[in-house]
């Protein structure tokens, strides 16, 4: 058995991937490295980018980063301390069996992947943490719903519902489309959201919602004073009676937040088929954006594009939807230019440009858990938990912020000797997200919490 690291003589912080979402983190770790003597190293494939975002700081350090070089990853891995893997997720794995190689913890604030969950026993064997969904959605999540869930059952509660939802969206000043979304984060992730049947618990009854209706089944609901927004359920609900231990919970259900009228636009898009990422279009170096609408209609109905679209889908001409699909730009005779694309891929380009946040655009994250509860006295309770951060700029976005900073947090409270666990985890204990929860107040990320009277 390898000897377990101590913690107490680490300062080396090895970042991997420098992109939008890592650059609050970066910016923390650079702050605190004199205070620590921390010594913090960027990689990243452009190298650039990396130097852009350490700067001029004494205490950082940049360098090209390939993830397909076996021997860069066990060279940078082995010189570190703790590696925070910021890469796309199908690297993480290739990053934490270098860890557990060369007794190294790592820090990621993406989902736990089977391949990861697998070095469960040899992580905890060598004394290794590795620390997943430590950022917001997974992450704030996690932390803050178990926060009120363990309340509750300290106080002889039991809880009956739980549901939970969240959304990268633009603040309302900088809300200038009838659409009401800008692109936030991955905007290959917007375009194909949903594709895999969506899954919760209802009434102690499991509900499924297929692609196709997907869009048709969303709910609405309002977040503090920032009004109405809808809600469409995520992927897997189920899985999360485990996370947060309510074996016997009977309705359970994780959703992705919209502002109202999205729903039923995006709609149009699954229902023809131009999200579909699983084949080529045909001659697509010649096709305008009219004539990719125009493939996925049939022959019949009316004469225009518009017509016979608003004909198939059973759509007022004039409405709404018409009025969202027409700005965007999808019925021009602007050429897609592209030499080769799956339907999604057409669909990402356009929204690409339209969806595009301004140079003063800032955007927002909206996150609210509802508890139904029975409390010790027998009485029916809600309590509702409410986040809204907003971003301070095109760099430091809400989603930068809310993503890296609780990873940067997890660090210096691993560094510093305050989070002590081993293994995979996530953080849904208390002697993660007590800590984290707390100093995320000091960057405004704090939940307001509403009991709501049941009739």
């Given at each position: 058995?390898?000897?377990?690291?101590k913690?107490?003589?680490?300062n080396?912080?090895?970042i991997?991937?420098?992109?939008?979402?890592?650059?609050?983190?970066?910016?923390?770790?650079?702050?605190?490295?004199?205070?620590?003597?921390w010594?913090?190293?960027l990689g990243d494939k452009?190298?650039?980018?990396?130097?852009?975002?350490?700067?001029?700081s004494?205490?950082g350090?940049?360098?090209?980063?390939?993830?397909f070089?076996?021997?860069?990853?066990?060279?940078?891995?082995a010189?570190?301390?703790?590696?925070?893997?910021?890469?796309?997720?199908?690297f993480?794995?290739?990053?934490?069996?270098?860890?557990?190689?060369?007794?190294?913890?790592?820090?990621?604030?993406?989902?736990?992947?089977?391949?990861?969950?697998e070095?469960?026993?040899?992580?905890?064997?060598?004394?290794?943490?590795?620390?997943?969904?430590?950022?917001?959605d997974?992450?704030?999540?996690?932390?803050?719903?178990?926060?009120?869930?363990?309340?509750?059952?300290?106080?002889?509660?039991?809880?009956e519902?739980?549901?939970?939802?969240?959304?990268?969206?633009?603040?309302?000043?900088y809300?200038?489309?009838?659409?009401?979304?800008?692109?936030?984060?991955?905007?290959?992730?917007?375009?194909?959201?949903?594709?895999?049947?969506?899954?919760?618990?209802?009434?102690?009854?499991?509900?499924?919602?297929?692609?196709?209706?997907?869009?048709?089944?969303?709910?609405?609901?309002?977040?503090?004073d920032?009004?109405?927004f809808?809600?469409?359920?995520?992927?897997?609900?189920?899985?999360?009676?485990?996370?947060y231990?309510l074996?016997?919970?009977?309705?359970?259900?994780?959703?992705?937040?919209?502002?109202?009228?999205?729903?039923?636009?995006?709609?149009?898009?699954?229902?023809?088929?131009?999200?579909?990422?699983?084949?080529?279009?045909?001659?697509?170096?010649?096709?305008?954006?009219?004539?990719?609408?125009?493939?996925f209609?049939?022959a019949?109905?009316?004469?225009?594009?518009?017509?016979?679209?608003?004909?198939?889908?059973n759509l007022?001409?004039?409405?709404?939807?018409?009025?969202?699909?027409?700005?965007l730009?999808?019925?021009?005779?602007?050429?897609?230019?592209?030499?080769?694309?799956t339907?999604?891929?057409?669909?990402?380009?356009?929204l690409?440009?339209?969806w595009a946040?301004?140079?003063?655009?800032?955007?927002?994250?909206?996150?609210?858990h509802q508890?139904?509860?029975i409390?010790?006295a027998g009485?029916?309770?809600?309590k509702?938990?409410?986040?809204?951060?907003?971003?301070?700029?095109?760099?430091?976005?809400?989603?930068?912020?809310?993503?890296g900073?609780?990873v940067?947090?997890?660090?210096?409270?691993?560094l510093?000797?305050?989070?002590?666990?081993?293994?995979?985890?996530?953080?849904t204990?208390?002697?993660i997200?007590?800590?984290v929860?707390?100093?995320?107040?000091?960057?405004?990320?704090?939940?307001?919490?509403?009991?709501?009277?049941?009739?």
């Amino acid at each position: 058995m390898c000897n377990n690291p101590k913690i107490v003589h680490m300062n080396k912080i090895t970042i991997l991937g420098a992109g939008l979402s890592a650059s609050s983190l970066i910016q923390y770790l650079l702050d605190h490295a004199g205070e620590h003597q921390w010594k913090v190293r960027l990689g990243d494939k452009d190298l650039a980018t990396a130097q852009r975002k350490i700067g001029d700081s004494q205490h950082g350090e940049a360098f090209a980063f390939d993830v397909f070089s076996e021997q860069q990853v066990i060279e940078e891995v082995a010189n570190s301390t703790v590696v925070i893997s910021m890469l796309p997720a199908r690297f993480h794995p290739v990053v934490a069996k270098a860890c557990i190689a060369h007794n190294k913890h790592m820090i990621t604030a993406s989902y736990v992947s089977p391949e990861v969950k697998e070095l469960e026993k040899q992580a905890q064997e060598r004394g290794i943490l590795l620390l997943n969904e430590i950022g917001v959605d997974p992450g704030i999540d996690h932390m803050s719903a178990m926060q009120v869930i363990d309340k509750i059952k300290a106080e002889g509660g039991k809880l009956e519902a739980f549901y939970s939802s969240t959304g990268g969206l633009i603040a309302p000043e900088y809300d200038t489309n009838p659409w009401h979304y800008k692109f936030t984060w991955n905007p290959r992730n917007v375009v194909v959201a949903g594709q895999s049947t969506a899954r919760y618990l209802e009434n102690g009854r499991v509900k499924y919602i297929p692609y196709h209706q997907l869009f048709r089944r969303y709910q609405s609901l309002s977040v503090l004073d920032m009004g109405g927004f809808e809600m469409y359920p995520n992927r897997d609900s189920l899985g999360y009676k485990e996370t947060y231990d309510l074996p016997e919970i009977p309705t359970i259900l994780r959703g992705t937040l919209r502002r109202p009228g999205y729903c039923d636009a995006w709609n149009v898009f699954v229902q023809l088929g131009a999200t579909d990422d699983t084949y080529q279009v045909n001659q697509v170096t010649d096709m305008t954006y009219r004539g990719f609408m125009e493939s996925f209609l049939p022959a019949t109905g009316g004469t225009t594009t518009e017509e016979k679209l608003a004909d198939y889908l059973n759509l007022p001409p004039n409405g709404e939807v018409m009025q969202k699909l027409t700005w965007l730009g999808i019925f021009n005779e602007t050429p897609i230019g592209m030499k080769e694309a799956t339907p999604a891929q057409v669909l990402q380009k356009l929204l690409e440009e339209k969806w595009a946040l301004g140079d003063e655009d800032k955007d927002m994250i909206v996150m609210q858990h509802q508890f139904d509860y029975i409390n010790k006295a027998g009485e029916r309770k809600r309590k509702l938990s409410s986040l809204v951060v907003r971003g301070r700029d095109k760099v430091h976005t809400a989603m930068s912020i809310t993503v890296g900073i609780p990873v940067a947090i997890a660090t210096k409270l691993l560094l510093t000797g305050v989070i002590k666990a081993t293994g995979v985890v996530i953080p849904t204990k208390p002697d993660i997200y007590e800590p984290v929860l707390e100093e995320l107040k000091d960057y405004g990320i704090e939940f307001i919490e509403q009991d709501v009277a049941l009739d």
